[in-house]
Structures are given as structure tokens and as C-alpha cells.
């Protein structure tokens, strides 16, 4: 098994269709033991999908934006096992008036907001687990979306997205001396809690059907997770500040002009 005896903490699992769900249901198939992370009113959504688990996990709760919660988990995990092999960052969030086509009008604490949840948070976690994940190397895997072009609606999200890649290169540079590798999984648009509150998704959708030459299944996260796990596992062990990208091929094509 890919994850055999490994110790994993898995953030942003909310609803059985999410993304960190699928992660941490494979990584289970794989021998690894979890421990959850949620936060406010997701809390409880959280530890209800834990229970759906083949074997449920705690979960703790944790505030990205709040360094006391992070440094509270790293003294979870280094209490309850001394050491953790891997991390799995799937955090993102961005007010309402970040998105939607309103990227000039929209106000600084809006865009301080997104990329402190969705891209600091990296580094904030990474930073927060260094000493348990250098107990003997580790892994942390980071959800993304392709931040190398403006998409529509995207705005203050893409800037997060292309922060995060950033910083798990600058994670990825700072903390190879210790065998920690950070990479990032691009994934294809999926039709998760978190893509219901992207304005004009569905639009996202129908480019990715006509685009990516493998196709594009927007309700099957097993792909992604996949990928994730064998960046966990040391399968991976060579490769870091890495950009996997999962969506069946699509960001390597050209526009999807009509033939």
C-alpha cells in the first residue's frame, strides 16, 4: 500500500463530494491514518463525512486566518503521534465581491481576505507542521487551479491561486534541507461545495468538454485524489515545487476555437 503506517493531516474535507474527501478515503485504502481539520459552521459537516469514512478520524478545528488554531493543531499532532508524513492543504475562500467579474471595483480587504485563506494559509500550515514533518521528511500537497491565465469570474481567486503556486515553490526551496517536499494538484473544474460559489462555473464546465482531449468527468474527484496520494506517498520522493496538473489535458491544448 501507497501509505502504509503514514500519518496524514487532511484539511478542507466538507461534503462526501469534495475533493479532500476523496483524498483522505483513498489515503485510508492506502494504509495511512488521518486526522481531520474544520472550522466554524463547517465544523459540524465535517465530522458527519468523518463518520462516512471506512474508518472515521477526529477532527479538530482550524481557522487558516487564525495562527493560534494552526500552532493548536501542530501541538495536536506533535502530542498524538510526534511526527506527521504528510499534509494536505485544500483551503480557499474569497468574498463575495472578489469574484464575479468584479476584479476593479473590489476593495483591498476583500483581496487581503482571499489570499491570506487561500494562498498565506500555506505557508502559515507548512511553517506551523515544519518539526513534525521533519521527523522524517514529509509531504504537503496543496489544491490548485491553473493561475496561469485571467479567467472570467475568477479575479481575486486566480491572484490567490497564483500566490499558492508561488509559495509552495519559495516552501519547496526553504524546506528540501529538511526532506519536506510541497507541491501543487491543478485540477479540472468539479462540482464541489466550493465551486457553487464561483459565479458562471457551469461556463468553466462546458470549456473543459469541448477542450480537454481525455475528456473531463465534473463529478468524479478520484482522478485528483489519486494524484494526491502518490504525491504523499514516497513514490513521489524526488519531486517538489512541482505543479501536477489533473484535467484530463486541458492546459495544454489551444483555445477552443470551432474547427
Known sequence: MLLEKKRLLITGVLTPQSIAFAVARRAQDEGAELLLTGFGRGMSITERSARRLPSPPDVVE????????????????????????GVLHAIAFAPEDALGGRFLETPWESAATAIQASAY???????????ALAQGGGSVVSLDFDASVAWPAYDWMGVSKAA??????????????????????????????????IPGFDRFIDSWGR???????????EPVADACVWLLSDRARAITGEIVHVDGGYHSMGTDLPE
Open 62 to 85: 482550524m481557522d487558516v486566518t487564525d495562527q493560534g488554531q494552526i500552532e493548536a493543531v501542530a501541538d495536536e499532532v506533535r502530542g498524538r503521534w510526534g511526527g506527521v508524513d
Open 121 to 131: 494559509s500555506l505557508k502559515a500550515l507548512t511553517v506551523a507542521q515544519r518539526g
Open 164 to 197: 499558492l503556486e508561488s509559495i509552495s515553490r519559495y516552501l519547496a526551496r526553504d524546506l528540501g534541507r529538511d526532506g519536506i517536499r510541497v507541491n501543487c494538484v491543478a485540477a479540472g473544474p468539479l462540482r464541489t461545495v466550493a465551486a457553487k460559489g
Open 211 to 221: 477542450r480537454a482531449p481525455l475528456g473531463w468527468d465534473p463529478a468524479d474527484t
